[in-house]
């Protein structure tokens, strides 16, 4: 039986010389009661602690007793024959107590094995195991964070009943330290230097019976952000540290980033980078006119495995992974650079008469004024003609014809000159120094950010973006239910139901939406009947097959939806309170007069190719879209 009973497992730091398998006679007699002591220490005096090498308060391990077999000479199996599994100790910053208060026993005379781990994790008892997948941190920007990164492992061989239990805990990750030395004039302050380690695997699995550590092959490479130390190495301005499971950064890999007064600087090994469980690897970098100098090696305690030197120094260029963008928020993105929009990007239907008539990805320059240049589209990614009937998306094109150009004509919205590319897919793109969209490498890293552009409304309705030539359109029905200066309005779900609020938007009547006081955030206006004649002539033929959606039609095969429009057959309610239509004809207001009682209007049928141009009665209602002929 297991007797509860507070103990006091006190912290003993252990000279050189101590080892974790040491005989009986260097312990003492072992208690009474047969309860257990857990006495430990860290195995070096470098490691990734700011203090020094040993625990810190709060700490906590968790502990294994594996008895001997009955000929009491035979270990047992790691975990399966587990006499104590996973008991939890705390440290108090003077003492190990175990958390439920309750002290381990000896498993009679029986010899045991004796393990020890950190971080304590408690899926560990929920779920034993005798190979532990761990993962560090990928913000160790905190001490605590890295704390929880720095995998602990203790093992105290054939030990017969003794009082006190002598652990010595064995770093299994990789260190890092990156010390940076600047010797050009800045005017952002060293303090605000970043540096992260790139390209690098953060998951491994522990031998729970031997501490041997392999990388997870599957794992997805990541961005590792270090700790920045509160003081600097002797003769440095910044002193960086991280920690990794070991692996072989291999050459030619962007490895360190340095990120320094709008720079972003990389160290890229020109051979392959072997860095082992338990080793210490520093990398002192300078900075200098012509780049960076960098040498590194293996130090101290945590073993020698060589020094190597190298030269770098190179601005990163800036890049962006079109794979990442969410084309469900908006079909037009901003991409950033520290949250600065540099560029325009849309998914957007392209048609010149046998040039081009497709679905691309285009990118736009950011002109002076801050607004997208569309005079000098670069086609990143053409898309195939015929969407796939499952996802209802457009692939990119098996053939080499990306990475043409566009030319728009904002004056009239016409596409005026459209060049092919010649190029496999493209999947990320740079923007250089002097303002231009290019190709990028597959393996270049990431620097820029994408914002999706949206509209929002006065009731914090939020609505995607959608570019049809020159002009950018809401992607949603409308459905604010108020005027912009917080008066309610006048408006109508189909069959009074507000479910179709999110998908089919509201219902207006015509004079609701031209009201003084204003239906459309600023920016955005009610589209007039000239603005549907300028998608009508950008569209056609089948302007009305483009526009559609592909869902909800009576008959899709009039739709494909190229443009992203999502055009959805809303019906509408008569001037009688009649609700009629819905899933055979969408239709929405323009702001245009046509005499005195009716008003201009797209009208889309279930059954035809068209884009219908005709009135309706201004006491009737419908959809509404709204319009910017203004760039964003």
Request: aromatic share 10%; proline share 5%.
């Amino acid at each position: 039986m297991k007797k509860k009973k507070n103990i006091y497992i006190g912290l003993i730091l252990l000279f050189a010389g101590i080892l974790s398998g040491c005989s009986q006679d260097s312990y003492e007699s072992p208690p009474e009661d047969n309860s257990i002591q857990i006495l430990s220490t860290i195995s070096t005096k470098e490691n990734a602690r700011l203090s020094d090498s040993n625990f810190e308060s709060g700490d906590r391990i968790g502990v294994y007793i594996i008895p001997y077999e009955p000929d009491n000479n035979t270990p047992g199996s790691f975990p399966q024959d587990a006499y104590e599994s996973n008991i939890e100790y705390a440290y108090s910053g003077t003492y190990w107590n175990p958390t439920n208060s309750e002290a381990p026993v000896w498993p009679g005379k029986k010899k045991a094995d004796v393990y020890g781990y950190y971080p304590y994790n408690q899926q560990l008892s929920e779920h034993p195991t005798a190979t532990y997948k761990f993962s560090v941190q990928a913000d160790q920007r905190m001490a605590s964070a890295q704390m929880q990164s720095d995998f602990l492992w203790a093992k105290a061989e054939g030990l017969s009943p003794v009082k006190n239990v002598r652990l010595t805990f064995y770093h299994r990750m990789s260190l890092i330290t990156i010390n940076v030395l600047s010797q050009i004039d800045i005017s952002a302050r060293i303090s605000d230097m970043a540096v992260s380690l790139m390209n690098v695997n953060p998951s491994a699995s522990i031998s729970m019976s031997d501490g041997l550590v392999t990388l997870n092959s599957s794992g997805e490479h990541t961005e590792i952000h270090t700790l920045t130390l509160p003081d600097a190495v002797s003769g440095y301005d910044n002193s960086n540290k991280g920690i990794i499971p070991p692996q072989t950064i291999a050459k030619d890999t962007r490895f360190i980033k340095i990120a320094l007064n709008g720079v972003n600087y990389f160290y890229q090994p020109n051979e392959d980078i072997v860095l082992e469980s338990g080793k210490h690897t520093v990398f002192n970098i300078v900075i200098t006119k012509l780049g960076l100098n960098v040498n590194y090696s293996t130090i101290s305690e945590w073993l020698d495995g060589g020094t190597f030197d190298n030269s770098l120094g190179t601005k990163a260029p800036l890049v962006v992974d079109l794979n990442t963008i969410d084309w469900n928020r908006s079909l037009v993105h901003n991409i950033c650079n520290k949250d600065i929009p540099i560029a325009r990007v849309s998914k957007e239907y392209l048609f010149k008469s046998g040039l081009v008539d497709a679905q691309a990805i285009v990118v736009y320059p950011m002109g002076t004024e801050g607004t997208p240049d569309l005079t000098q589209g670069f086609v990143a990614q053409v898309m195939k003609r015929n969407y796939n009937t499952t996802t209802g998306l457009y692939e990119p094109n098996s053939s080499n014809v990306h990475g043409g150009s566009v030319n728009f004509n904002v004056s009239d919205n016409t596409l005026t000159n459209y060049s092919a590319g010649k190029s496999a897919l493209i999947n990320k793109i740079e923007v250089t120094t002097d303002g231009r969209i290019a190709k990028a490498n597959d393996s270049d890293i990431v620097l820029l950010t994408t914002q999706p552009v949206v509209m929002t409304d006065i009731d914090k309705n939020i609505y995607p973006i959608v570019k049809i030539g020159t002009q950018y359109w809401t992607a949603q029905n409308y459905r604010a239910e108020h005027y912009q200066n917080g008066d309610p309005l006048t408006y109508y779900y189909f069959n009074d139901n507000k479910d179709y609020k999110n998908t089919l938007g509201a219902l207006y009547t015509w004079t609701t939406i031209t009201d003084s006081r204003g239906i459309a955030p600023h920016g955005w206006q009610v589209p007039g009947e000239p603005d549907w004649q300028s998608v009508y002539r950008y569209l056609t033929p089948s302007a009305g097959m483009k526009l559609r959606a592909t869902t909800m039609w009576t008959s899709l095969t009039y739709a494909d939806n190229v443009t992203g429009f999502s055009g959805l057959p809303g019906g509408r309610r008569t001037n009688t309170g009649t609700y009629n239509e819905i899933n055979s004809y969408g239709q929405w207001w323009s702001s245009t007069l046509n005499g005195t009682d009716s008003a201009y209007r797209l009208y889309l049928a279930s059954g035809d190719y068209a884009m219908h141009l005709t009135t309706l009665g201004t006491s009737y209602t419908q959809s509404l879209r709204l319009v910017t002929n203004t760039p964003l």
